[in-house]
């Protein structure tokens, strides 16, 4: 994309600067070098551009010059050792991806050179650094930064080429800068250690044994006089990751290094048990053999264990789903029967209720009742009891019939379903005869279409005396007439019956209903020694005949009621409903 926005690449710049670089002192060409940081960014990595850009370079002989600036001094430039650094990245930047038509000079002369300048660039710094004493001082920190930086820039320059990896571990510049007491800058050299070793696995096989022993020796003292974790973890992290590259470093660590099993227990609880044990196992097995034999076991193991986890994993994940449902079967179930048994509950609470109900209907009933038999005259008592028989025998022989019925309904059920079934048998047998009588007339109705003509002469002559014999009298306009309207006078004589009756029964059920509430308000009314004002008021009739009325009989019934028992013989005591009065009165005294 930067390709597309800033067009055509112009190699005058690479020329100009060259000829800048050609011209100036040595001081000044580092600081000039650093201008190749913009041109490399005028391309993207991969692109024709870049590629002819970073050919240019080294065309123009930028390349060699800047991996000879990296030998310089960086103290007495300007920028000190942060332009060294940057000079370092665009080393490894131009490297990369570069492949020039003099292959043979580039890897086997500028690539090679260029890794020991790095390497004497980060020796340089290392010995700057460990000359401030002051931890906390911020140019030993920076000096650290540059140094893992630089570091960084070897990594990255070495990875992708394998030989420049067995270069790096014959240098002498790197076992200068692992043989130091720092920490930190011990952990950054063994790191570039492990990501060579990482890159190319067998460099260590054509390393010399000088070399691989004095590497073994610093690091096998590290883990004897140092106490910082960190550093023994890295320490142990590298044995091993040589171990794996070059299983015959095992026999070496084994016959050259006899105290170093021992020597691992100091670690022990550090935070990378993990690491001793497998360095642990390395020395216990004590040959190559033995290492491969034991390599095998762990990878069997380690697999038997992923497919262990993976089976547990698969049964929880089975149990978990069993047990859900389980769960959720167990709380359905209990949910159900928490509703039956609120249901079972409301319907205890109703059956409680409609019994308390009844209980209270049964002695309102029976209280009514004696509130009744008491207010009835004596002669009447025995007559309502047995009207109260009555009824209740009724009511029990209702009960019995019903429950007789459903009882042998019950019975007959199977005998009814035997019916259903001879009933439908029976249906289909008629219609399937009824069908089968239809084509037979169809049949005969066709073979009639063939008979001959005295047949013929037959058939017309039984017709004709059939209709003779049955013949039909239709009734004449005027009867029909006459019939409509003796339907139409009886129908207007039931209506106008039917309007008074509906009249007299509505009549009826009005004084029905008087009756009832009259007979009410007598059962209700108190005494006469209790009654009030708002009682006779209750009692008393708002028209004035039937006041005057009740008056009138009032007093007659008073004066009979005086009257003595030979006076009630004469005439005006002939009276049926007076004499029916004064018993009723009578009665109701006693």
Same mark, same amino acid.
């Given at each position: ?409 019950? #019975?007959?059920?199977? &005998?009814?379903?035997?019916? !259903? $079934? *001879?009933? +439908?048998?029976?249906? =289909?047998? %008629?219609?399937? /005869? ?54 139409? #006078?009886?129908?207007? &004589?039931?209506?106008?019956? !039917? $309007? *008074?009756? +509906?009249?007299?029964? =509505?009549? %009826?059920?009005? /004084? ?79």
């Amino acid at each position: 994309m930067a390709a597309d926005i800033l067009g055509d690449y112009d190699p005058g710049r690479i020329l100009k600067l060259a000829a800048e670089v050609a011209d100036s002192p040595d001081k000044k060409v580092p600081v000039l070098l650093l201008e190749l940081r913009d041109i490399l960014d005028m391309a993207p990595a991969g692109s024709p551009n870049a590629r002819k850009i970073r050919l240019d370079i080294w065309t123009y002989d930028l390349l060699q010059v800047l991996v000879l600036v990296l030998k310089q001094d960086f103290s007495t430039i300007h920028g000190g050792w942060a332009t060294a650094v940057k000079l370092s990245q665009i080393l490894s930047t131009c490297c990369a991806g570069l492949d020039p038509p003099e292959a043979n000079e580039f890897y086997d002369l500028t690539l090679p050179s260029g890794t020991d300048n790095l390497l004497i660039l980060s020796r340089r710094i290392q010995v700057r650094y460990d000359k401030i004493e002051d931890p906390s001082s911020l140019i030993k920190l920076q000096l650290l930064k540059d140094f893992r930086s630089v570091l960084d820039t070897i990594s990255w320059l070495i990875s992708p080429i394998p030989a420049l990896i067995g270069h790096l571990l014959h240098s002498q510049f790197l076992l200068q800068m692992l043989l130091t007491d720092d920490v930190e800058t011990s952990r950054s050299v063994m790191s570039l250690i492990q990501n060579a070793v990482h890159a190319n696995p067998t460099a260590l096989q054509t390393l010399e044994e000088k070399f691989l022993f004095s590497l073994l020796d610093e690091f096998v003292y590290k883990l004897s006089a140092s106490t910082d974790s960190t550093l023994g973890r890295s320490a142990t992290r590298t044995i091993l990751d040589m171990t794996e590259a070059h299983p015959t470093i095992v026999e070496i660590l084994c016959a050259r290094f006899k105290g170093l099993r021992p020597l691992l227990g100091k670690w022990s609880g550090k935070g990378f048990e993990k690491e001793l044990r497998e360095l642990t196992k390395v020395l216990d097995a004590g040959t190559v053999e033995q290492v491969e034999s034991q390599k095998l076991h762990d990878a069997a193991r380690k697999i038997q264990a992923m497919y262990r986890g993976y089976r547990m994993r698969t049964q929880l994940k089975k149990a978990n789903k069993a047990l859900s449902t389980l769960q959720r079967s167990f709380r359905k179930k209990r949910a159900n029967k928490e509703q039956e048994q609120a249901v079972q509950k409301q319907q205890a609470e109703l059956k409680h209720q409609l019994r308390v109900r009844r209980q209270r209907a049964l002695r309102e009933a029976r209280r009514k009742e004696l509130y009744l038999m008491e207010s009835l005259p004596a002669p009447q008592v025995n007559k309502h009891i047995s009207q109260q028989q009555k009824s209740a025998a009724i009511k029990i022989q209702k009960i019995w019939r019903g429950h007789n019925s459903r009882k042998k309904f019950q #019975t007959e059920k199977g &005998s009814r379903v035997q019916y !259903r $079934a *001879a009933a +439908l048998i029976q249906r =289909q047998v %008629r219609l399937w /005869l009824e069908r089968r009588r239809r084509v037979k007339l169809d049949e005969s109705f066709m073979f009639s279409q063939q008979l001959s003509d005295e047949r013929r002469v037959e058939l017309q002559g039984k017709i004709r005396e059939y209709r003779e014999m049955h013949a039909v009298h239709g009734i004449s306009r005027e009867k029909l007439k006459e019939q409509h309207e003796n339907a139409h #006078t009886v129908l207007a &004589s039931h209506m106008m019956r !039917r $309007a *008074a009756s +509906l009249k007299a029964d =509505q009549r %009826r059920r009005v /004084l029905l209903a008087a009756l009832d509430t009259d007979a009410e308000m007598m059962i209700a009314a108190p005494k006469l020694g209790e009654a009030t004002e708002e009682d006779i008021l209750l009692f008393s009739s708002k028209s004035v005949p039937v006041a005057a009325k009740a008056r009138h009989s009032h007093a007659e019934h008073m004066r009979a009621m005086n009257l003595q028992w030979y006076q009630k013989l004469g005439d005006e005591f002939q009276d049926g409903s007076l004499r029916d009065d004064l018993e009723e009165n009578s009665a109701y005294n006693f």
